[in-house]
């Protein structure tokens, strides 16, 4: 009788690496940080997917596999490594180091079916290998490191599969693309993506999905029963904050000619699961950056001390009266009835033009839009407004959240919003953010955030009388604000 060989892959520890198996939509993606188990979860996955095939007339559950590496040698050193770590040539079937294809063939189901699961492994440094990639006939494809990889192969790979089992031969019962990965930088094509393209498109939903897994230094973390007790907190000694966000937080990275402002952004804390809807009841804060590149940043403070970004507004060469005009007033008439408005900006809005003596809160006024300005327009009084929500916890869960629709904001976030690199310095960077496209959004937010301790003492103090005045206010011209 055969030796028999028992591998079992447990779940328990790795509940995101459970729902990525589990989800069944044609394209689905795992973020996680080093030591996360996102490589044997796909492996897993394969197994899975070809005991779960539908058997042919010989009784037989066979499925094809492409998997793919960026380069030869991490081909050999580790994708391969781990794969055969889990599932032996010499128990599960027979690996041919001429065209590096397994087939494994040595599992028999309960019922007396047969699995054949043919595994191909290719990498892009090669040519030869990547157009022999290109013509295969599979089930399935899995890119580990997708971030490694350029999407024109992704996009060929999506006509390869779906091709085996033949149509005639029943076809395959699922097919379609697996990748694992590190998180991206936010200029990689996967985060615009996954985080811009289809959260916004539910045709794209339906077909395309990501998954991102918890922290290594979080409770939740997965995977940390097959790991040291100290495996994250070594990884962590020496190394740069961006290699931290990455390899242990799981983060999105930033490749940087400077310094990500908000250090304690953490987009995995900070940036919320789905679009945030505004509360009723709670006022809404809306900090204006002025200028010919006005922005407007929507936000709430909620009783607890939450702080939640639910919409941005950004334009170029556009005044604020147009801005006003064409965008905001639109917007809070069809969203936001019913709420109170609480309009804040650039102190330096205050100073009137040449041209016909206004100044940009009088424009606002004439708007129907009174508007307070923020106490002070200073980088450090502005940077400590918001990272005070970003370092607070509110029931246990962080109070800053920006919804992710805010894609502008989010960029920002992850380090669009520097401090410039001092040329010939090492490690030494200005005082004060790099002016560009980001930099309005992320002053208009700002502004929002000065306020929130003003504007929850004015709720506090106004009388019953006050408060019924301003809900009835609110209700009929629901752009004005109530807190002037």
Known sequence: MAEQFIRVYDYDDAPTIRAFNEDKRFFKCIYGPFGSGKSSGCIAEIVDIGVNQAPDQTKTRRTKWAIVRNTYKVLLDTTMATFFHWLPPEYFGTFNVTNFSYKIDKIVLDDGTKVEIEVIFRALDKPEQVRNLLSLELTGAWFNEIREMPKAIIDAMEGRVDRFPAKDDGGPTWTGIIADSNPPDQESWLYEFFEEKVPKDPELQSKYVLYRQPSGRSPEAENRKHLSDTYYTNMAIGKDPEYIKVYIDGDYGYIRDGKPVFGNYSDSLHCADSAII?????????????????????????????????????????????????????????????????????????????????SCFDELRILGFPATPAHSNGFLARFNAVDQFLVKLVDGKPAFQLSPDCSVLRRAFLGEYKLKKHRGINDTFSESPDKNAYSHPMDALQYAAMITDRAANMEKTRTPSQLRYASKYAAARPQMSAWT
Do not use: C, W
């Open 278 to 358: 505004p509360v009723r009841g709670v006022p809404i804060i809306v900090g204006v950056d002025f200028g010919l590149t006005p922005s407007a940043i929507f936000t709430q403070y909620l009783p607890k001390g939450n702080f939640y970004i639910f919409h941005e507004f950004t334009s170029q060469d556009m005044g604020i009266r147009r801005f006003f005009t064409d965008t905001i007033k639109p917007y809070i008439f069809s969203n936001l009835r019913g709420y109170d408005i609480v309009v804040t900006g650039d102190p330096a809005g205050v100073r009137r033009q040449d041209t016909d003596e206004r």
